[in-house]
Every structure is written in C-alpha cells, then in structure tokens.
C-alpha cells in the first residue's frame, strides 16, 4: 500500500527536482541504473539470468 502511495505522491509534483526514477520492476527508488530503467537488484537478477542482452557476469 505505502507503494501505491508514494507512485501516486509522485503524479501530483509540480517541479523537474522533485521527480524520482523508479524501477519499472518492482517500483524502488534507490540504487536505480538509468540506461536500463532499473534498480541494481532486478538488474542483476535478469543479468544472471540472461534475459538482458549483451551483459554478462565481468571475470578476469
């Protein structure tokens, strides 16, 4: 519920400061990587599991 609120909190600024990147997953406003559109956890789950192309695991 809190979720809901705060996405719909976010409809209702009125300034370009005020607007927070969410995750488009799951919603999480912190840890956020812009040139995917998500946060660092659903990223790295759908990294290790192959489903976004070209990102794969760094090892040396």
């Known amino acids: 519920m809190a979720k809901k609120c705060m996405q719909y909190r976010e409809l209702r600024r009125k300034h370009g400061v005020q607007v927070r990147n969410r995750c488009q997953r799951c919603g999480r406003p912190r840890g ?5 559109g998500l946060c660092r956890i ?3 789950e759908l990294a290790l599991t192959g489903k976004i192309p070209g990102v794969v695991k760094a090892s040396w």
């Open 32 to 36: 956020f990587i812009r040139r995917f």
């Open 42 to 44: 659903c990223f790295r």
